[in-house]
């Protein structure tokens, strides 16, 4: 077991040190605690060390957490798949959703979001490696689902997330991310959108994510110890 205190400074520096090699600086890079099936003593603890963008996967675990979670002035980011039924709570309970991968979902949000005084921050998941388990549009529909979504004004698109498969070394790690980082660009240029965000980098691959580019880190276990 390690303390809450250590693991939040040896993720810091990861941070820090991959953004040192990479030429760029860590304040461009917000590490965000995923913490689904970790307890809310854990999430009040990470909050009172000053981390304040949650990450949660599961719709009702979230808004559990949430409730007793409303001193700490957390920002909440959904991260799973998200139910066309579960979208009006998802859109009013979290302040980002990185996981938009069809237009049926956007339009969903954006209705559930209209008369909200912010929009709401919204990734493209894309499934980057093209497996068959894993959620996110195809990299070759996500220029076109980029421009649908830009029509709702109660959605900001900011870029794209993704969830590369598993690789060992951080030389064959960097090429998805790479990938995704073309993309964003190529999207970019394309709408005329400024999309600021690359949400891309686990515990196991933080570093080959930072070295790419990566805006938005998600990191869970590294940092709450292994899930229950
Ligand atoms: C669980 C999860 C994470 C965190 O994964 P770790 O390997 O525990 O850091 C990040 N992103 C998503 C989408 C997840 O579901």
Redesign the pocket.
């Known amino acids: 077991m390690h303390r809450i205190d250590d693991t939040l400074t040896q993720v810091q520096q990861r941070i820090h040190a991959a953004a040192m090699k990479a030429g760029r600086n860590a304040d461009d890079i917000t590490l965000l605690g ?1 913490s ?1 099936k970790q307890s809310v003593e854990k999430i009040a603890a990470v909050a009172a060390l000053g981390l304040k963008h949650i ?1 949660e ?1 599961y719709l009702q675990e979230a808004l559990d957490k949430q409730a007793q979670l409303t001193e700490q002035a957390l920002t909440w980011h959904f ?2 798949p998200v139910q066309s039924n579960k979208t009006r709570a998802i859109a009013t309970h979290f302040d980002w959703v ?2 938009v991968d069809r237009l049926k979902i956007a339009e969903r949000l954006a209705n559930a979001r209209a008369d909200h005084d912010r929009p709401l921050n919204v990734c493209l998941q894309v499934n980057i490696d093209d497996e068959d388990s894993k959620s996110g549009c195809a990299p070759e529909e996500a220029l076109s689902l980029a421009k649908a979504l830009s029509q709702f004004d109660s959605l900001r698109l900011r870029g794209l ?1 993704i ?1 590369p498969k598993a690789q060992e070394t951080l030389e064959q790690q960097r090429p998805a991310f790479a990938a995704a980082r073309a993309l964003r660009d190529d999207i970019a240029s394309a709408t005329g959108h400024p999309l600021d965000t690359l949400s891309m980098g ?3 691959d933080l570093e080959a994510a930072v070295a790419e580019g990566a805006t938005i880190v ?7 110890g292994s ?1 229950h």
Request: proline share 0%; charged share 15%; hydrophobic share 50%.
């Open positions: 995923v689904k990450g996967n991260i799973g990185h996981s997330m969830i686990m515990s196991a998600r990191i869970g276990t590294a940092l709450f899930r």
